[in-house]
């Protein structure tokens, strides 16, 4: 059955570096999210892409984030100076149709800023 | 209160027992969707119900929608320990530019014991 994958599985920075994290998306799907979850607080959304571009982006989405699709297959998620606050699991989503249908969510990053 | 909460936050069970979680919400929304988590991993999508269904199957799942109360429920029949796990409700608001967003609630923590 297709899967979303994403790598790393767990990622270690020091606060002010840069990361990238990455993922790819079942192939038909045309529709592509991130999520974060602090841990113990609830998932929340952070941006949704469709035709190469955001389509949506929450508050905590601010100039610190990226999303980039490079190739056919992968889909980033840039954080370009890490705050501590930016700890937590950052989860990507696909879903063939957007609004309305079901999202496939990969297994997640662990993003630690140190 | 915020956008889709469940209640209750923990349920403990005894395996073949049912397991009932609730899940309130404050907007008008186009669909509603179960999801499970397992400690530490991915989201996995459960059922999705739309505003206009008021119930809906799948196995031995049972969700319900009562959008004039702004509230949904998730039974889970003759449980098994490996429903272990933590449920959420998430909703994908009505109208707008939404492109599928999700909006989850806190969530509710099932254990079944054997």
């Known amino acids: 059955e297709p899967e979303v994958t994403q790598t790393p599985s767990h990622q270690v920075t020091q606060m002010g570096q840069e990361v990238i994290l990455r993922c790819v998306p079942i192939s038909n799907h045309l529709y592509f999210y991130w999520y974060r979850q602090i841990l113990g607080q609830k998932v929340e959304f952070l941006v949704s892409?469709?035709?190469?571009?955001?389509?949506?982006k929450s508050e905590i989405f601010d100039d610190q984030f990226s999303v980039e699709r490079p190739d056919g297959s992968n889909f980033t998620l840039k954080i370009r100076s890490t705050k501590l606050e930016d700890s937590a699991m950052y989860f990507c989503?696909?879903?063939?149709?957007?609004?309305?249908?079901?999202?496939?969510f990969g297994p997640g990053t662990r993003l630690t800023v140190t | 209160s915020q956008q889709g909460e469940e209640d209750p936050q923990a349920l403990s069970i005894q395996e073949g027992e049912n397991a009932t979680m609730n899940c309130s919400y404050k907007t008008s929304i186009n669909n509603l969707q179960w999801y499970r988590q397992n400690s530490g991993r991915g989201l996995v999508h459960l059922i999705l119900i739309r505003s206009n269904e008021r119930e809906k199957h799948s196995g031995r799942l049972r969700v319900t929608l009562d959008t004039s109360k702004k509230s949904s429920s998730l039974l889970i029949t003759a449980s098994r320990a490996a429903d272990t796990a933590s449920y959420f409700c998430a909703t994908v608001p009505r109208g707008g530019t939404s492109y599928g967003k999700l909006t989850f609630g806190q969530g509710t923590i099932l254990t079944v014991h054997p």
């Open positions: 892409f469709y035709n190469n571009e955001i389509s949506e």
């Open positions: 989503a696909s879903s063939e149709l957007g609004q309305g249908h079901e999202q496939y």
